[in-house]
């Protein structure tokens, strides 16, 4: 039968005194911004989102308080030349050390004594082999070079050295000559005019393929890590020490002698600094853009400022109640909890929706202005209440799971709905009410209906709904395309992925996991004596997911014995190598003759190598080719730029190699090494406060995906059941955040099929509600498949979000067809169609507003629930009348 409305005792209080509900509204809605500005807290850290009492949480705690904070700042630094990387660290280890009160402490293990004087011992006995053969060969053309480094002794000394093979046909003299000219070829070939590719580490350590070996790499990059003084209970814990550190790095890169150096920070803390700021910075962004298109939205859809102003009223008196109850209930707020604002936005202006269009439906039919808000507030009342009790269940289930960031989200969000629907069952008949009387009246009334049944008549939902069986079939089709996508979607483990693109502490957080030398990111295992760490060193070290392990044992060097008597040899090939300092000396007018000298003779060389058909002549012959265009190269600019490149050439070679000839032969100075003399900055990071051990335990593949990170946890923790660490812990983290969520989304639903029941009491129509959702369910999914979207520990949160609002749809339409005797095209087409569609692109609005996020996180949020709104207003506009139309007969 029609929709009838009782008198409503709720319209007759508010309407007796619409001043007094106002007034009280704002003044309550003051008092809660003020009350959440004191009050609110932030929670920045990972950690503080995942249950207290898990066990991998207990372990990590364990190891905290044995060990401390171990969370740092990560200075990376970088290039080419060691040597220079070397110096830039110590400049920027000596600038950190001149800041106060910023950081607990700085640690640069590249500038102790320790590992500069006995570095080499921690390298294998066969690379050190491989150095000893190296400067053995280079030998003949350092000690001239070192002498008086130059292009011209360079050229001299080979060619020397190649008229001494060809006198005496010396196999020895032939191999070295070989490596010296295959090292150099690798230099002229990328001489680009302005410099030289190579540099003297190619001789000094590098091993004649042209492919660097692990000592020419070493020191290449540098590694600095600070502790930081946290700001507990500020949304930027560690902004102080994270913006000194970079204003220190970047003063130090400004340097001329530092150029070619590149750096930059890393870490735990300024990863999650980077996540905290940037997403605060994109939720502000697209708090105020979901706001502005949302005013927009109802302005086009009320054609009249007055419902515009009493719905916004409305609607930002519930989110500054909510605020206060967040407050209240929970204290603080997480990277998670952060958006509920935005949620509400779109969740709350929906009730005033259906509210207003209803009024307006009623103007339209001739009721009274007063008589029209009685109406909208009534006819809707129990649809709202059971559309926010299922976006409030949906939420609610939150805090049934066991991620308490996931928990707290729910908590605060649930009563913020209850808030919103409460706001429009009070302050918004209120508005309405006040501004009643700065309404034009209308020019006549029309039959109830008329207009939105013309809507129906249109062509388009004409054809659309005349065909109930085509669009049903069309509906099953689509999602049954989509099932595979659905249950093939994978979940993205990869927190960085969540971080905004291009973010410097990204790119080297990923350095720092190729890095063998300094990787910064390892499980944690804990030794209670020297004798269990070599233990479970040596079987850590069998695993195939372990690259290495580092410990206290570990800083004591292996094979000392072979090792230093390697040293000792290379100190007696490297004895006469001594070095004066570099000058700038080309000596002009002898060059053109030492040239052509030399390419004589290295032609000689070739063609004497061919006619003995040795395998050295392919080699020298290349060198050959590549010595002519380094010539040509300098004919074309003699007239030009010759000198000036040949300065360059000469310079990127020679100018350090005296520094770096005297750093070589210090390194070569080792003495053993016994734990006593491992230094107290260095032990006291492997050694607790009741003396147990630490363990690093380095992963051979990048552990940023889920199968290789399983993998690495599940094979350590085969060894040492206990093992903690990041990778540990964000394995554990998203686990148990995953299957929070996929909890939260089947109680949601069991939630919600009760809700059905009781709305409709009826299996069939509550069965007829679900299918869409289930259908919109599944596009959405394969939407996010062709779009490249996977689910993640951000986005994952629109799966139960997605039930509660989808199925407020099935809730308006289906009542409202059952209340009265409209078609479902006439409902669909009428101020509860109209309201499922502004409802809809306000959810769309809001969240799509998060679309504009650099934070990848926060825009997939935005992405996911905006396919998600497409789909579910497709669905429920199209596929839900023809259910209806087919088998929604009415009953009684």
Not at 90 to 109: K, S
Not at 112 to 128: A, H, I, K, S, T
Not at 177 to 198: P, R, V, W, Y
Not at 667 to 687: G, M, T, W
Request: hydrophobic share 50%; charged share 20%; net charge positive.
């Amino acid at each position: 039968m029609p929709d009838t409305p009782k008198p409503n005792r709720l319209f007759a209080f508010i309407a007796g005194r619409p001043r007094l509900i106002l007034a009280l509204a704002l003044l309550f809605s003051a008092l809660s911004v003020i009350y959440t500005k004191k009050n609110m807290e932030f929670l920045t850290g990972r950690d503080d989102l995942m249950p207290k009492n898990a066990p991998f949480q207990m372990d990590y705690q364990a190891y905290r308080r044995e060990f401390g904070d171990q969370e740092e700042i990560v200075a990376v630094i970088e290039s080419d030349d060691a040597e220079k990387s070397t110096r830039a660290a110590d400049a920027l280890y000596q600038r950190l050390n001149r800041e106060t009160g910023l950081f607990r402490d700085v640690f640069y293990p590249g500038g102790l004594p320790f590992f500069r004087r006995n570095g080499l011992l921690f390298m294998p006995v066969e690379d050190l082999q491989r150095l000893r053969h190296t400067l053995t060969m280079a030998a003949p053309v350092l000690k001239n070079l070192a002498a008086s480094p130059s292009v011209q002794t360079l050229f001299t000394s080979l060619t020397g050295q190649i008229d001494e093979y060809l006198a005496s046909g010396n196999p020895a003299s032939l191999e070295s000559l070989t490596f010296m000219l295959t090292t150099l070829d690798k230099g002229f070939k990328a001489f680009n005019g302005t410099g030289s590719a190579m540099t003297m580490d190619s001789f000094l350590k590098g091993g004649g393929d042209g492919t660097p070996s692990a000592l020419e790499n070493a020191g290449k990059q540098q590694v600095i890590t600070m502790r930081p003084v946290k700001n507990e209970g500020s949304f930027l814990a560690s902004e102080k020490p994270i913006k000194a550190a970079r204003a220190a790095l970047a003063e130090i890169l400004k340097r001329p002698e530092f150029k070619g150096v590149t750096a930059g920070l890393t870490g735990v803390p300024v990863l999650e600094y980077e996540e905290m700021a940037t997403s605060q910075r994109d939720i502000g962004i697209a708090t105020i853009l979901s706001l502005s298109l949302t005013v927009i939205l109802l302005l086009f859809a009320f054609r009249g400022l007055l419902n515009v102003i009493s719905a916004m009223v409305s609607l930002i008196v519930g989110i500054c109640l909510s605020f206060g109850f967040a407050t209240a209930t929970v204290g603080h707020l997480n990277i998670l909890s952060m958006v509920f604002a935005i949620m509400l936005i779109g969740l709350g202006i929906e009730y005033g929706i259906q509210v207003v269009l209803r009024y307006q439906e009623e103007v339209r039919g001739g009721s009274s202005g007063l008589a029209a808000i009685e109406t909208s507030l009534t006819a809707n009342m129990r649809s709202i209440v059971m559309a926010a009790a299922t976006v409030a269940l949906a939420f609610a289930t939150f805090a049934f799971t066991d991620f308490k960031g996931i928990a707290e989200l729910g908590v605060i969000a649930a009563g913020g709905v209850v808030i919103c629907v409460i706001a429009t069952f009070t302050v918004l008949p209120a508005m309405m009410i006040l501004l009643e009387r700065f309404r034009k009246p209308q020019s006549g009334g029309i039959s109830p209906g008329q207009a939105p049944a013309d809507l129906a008549e249109k062509p388009f939902f004409r054809a659309l709904f005349a065909n109930p069986r085509t669009v049903v079939a069309a509906t099953l089709l689509l999602s049954l395309a989509c099932l595979y996508p659905t249950l093939t979607m994978r979940f993205d483990y990869n927190l960085l992925n969540l971080q905004a693109k291009g973010l410097q502490s990204v790119e080297y957080a990923y350095k720092l996991m190729r890095s063998k030398e300094n990787s910064g990111y390892f499980a944690v295992v804990i030794a209670r004596n020297t004798d269990e760490a070599k233990q479970l060193t040596e079987r850590l070290e069998k695993l195939p997911s372990v690259d290495h392990v580092v410990s206290l044992p570990a800083l004591v060097p292996d094979h000392q014995q072979a090792k230093l008597a390697e040293l000792a040899a290379i100190r007696q090939v490297m004895a006469e190598v001594k070095p004066v300092p570099y000058e700038e000396n080309l000596r002009v007018m002898e060059l053109p003759r030492v040239f052509e000298t030399f390419r004589d003779r290295v032609g000689k060389l070739k063609t004497a190598l061919e006619a003995r058909k040795a395998p050295e002549a392919k080699p020298v012959g290349a060198f050959l080719a590549t010595l002519d265009g380094f010539f040509a190269t300098l004919e074309k600019e003699k007239d030009k730029n010759a000198l000036g490149m040949l300065r360059e050439f000469q310079g990127g070679m020679f100018a350090e190699l005296p520094a770096k000839l005297a750093m070589m032969k210090e390194s070569l100075d080792a003495s053993p090494v016994v734990e006593a003399d491992v230094p107290a900055e260095l032990r006291q990071r492997f050694v607790g406060k009741s003396g147990v051990l630490l363990l690093q335990v380095a992963p051979k593949k990048e552990v940023f995906e889920r199968a290789p990170l399983r993998e690495f946890v599940t094979q350590v923790r085969s060894i040492v059941p206990h093992a903690t660490g990041e990778p540990v812990m964000v394995y554990e983290s998203l686990t148990i955040l995953r299957d929070a969520y996929l909890k939260a989304f089947a109680y949601a639903f069991f939630g919600i099929a009760v809700i059905l029941l009781v709305n409709f009491k009826s299996v069939r129509f509550a069965v007829i509600g679900a299918l869409p959702l289930a259908a919109g369910l599944l596009l959405m999914v394969g939407g996010m498949r062709l779009a490249g979207i996977s689910f993640n520990s951000a986005n994952v949160i629109v799966l139960p979000l997605i039930l509660g609002v989808g199925i407020d749809s099935a809730i308006y339409i289906i009542n409202r067809y059952r209340q009265g005797n409209e078609t479902p095209a006439q409902v669909a087409t009428r101020s509860a169609g109209i309201g499922v569609f502004l409802n809809a692109l306000t959810i769309l609005f809001s969240f799509g507003a998060l679309m504009v996020a650099h934070h990848q996180g926060v825009f997939s949020i935005g992405a996911v629930m905006s396919l998600g709104m497409v789909a579910s207003v497709a669905v429920f506009l199209a596929f839900l009348p023809a259910l209806l139309t087919l088998w929604g007969k009415r009953e009684g």
